[in-house]
């Protein structure tokens, strides 16, 4: 029976040991696991970083051309606007008068 005892407590302490090497070894993979992690964070940080960078300057340019555009497009309906007022004053003044065509057309005679 003393046999068996000590046997078993071997046996346990055998158990007992393999247990807490494999306890040892499985946190060390942990920690190398949670640093690999760390520097993938890391990595993925630094290219957010650089993303977030190249965003705001592409918000940038197409603010500055969106600008441009307007400029162009208010300084367009300006011409056109003056145009209209210049063919409306012209009209205004003379609207018998058209082009050669339509004065024939029309046989506009000028009394003056």
Do not use: C
């Given at each position: ?5 000590i046997e078993?407590?071997?046996?346990y302490?055998n ?6 090497q ?22 993925l940080?630094?290219?957010k970083?650089q993303?977030q ?5 592409v ?5 500055q051309?969106?600008k441009?555009?307007?400029e162009?497009q ?11 007022v210049?063919l409306?004053?012209?009209?205004v ?8 065509d339509q004065?024939k ?7 003056n």
């Amino acid at each position: 029976m003393a046999w068996n005892t000590i046997e078993r407590y071997h046996t346990y302490r055998n158990d007992h040991e393999t247990s807490i090497q494999y306890s040892e070894i499985y946190i060390q993979q942990l920690k190398q696991e949670a640093s690999h992690m760390i520097a993938k964070i890391e990595l993925l940080e630094f290219h957010k970083r650089q993303l977030q960078r190249s965003l705001g300057e592409v918000r940038a340019r197409k603010a500055q051309m969106f600008k441009e555009q307007l400029e162009k497009q208010k300084a367009k309906g300006k011409q056109l606007l003056e145009e209209n007022v210049q063919l409306h004053q012209k009209n205004v003044i003379d609207p018998w008068r058209g082009s050669i065509d339509q004065q024939k057309k029309f046989r506009v005679i000028d009394l003056n």
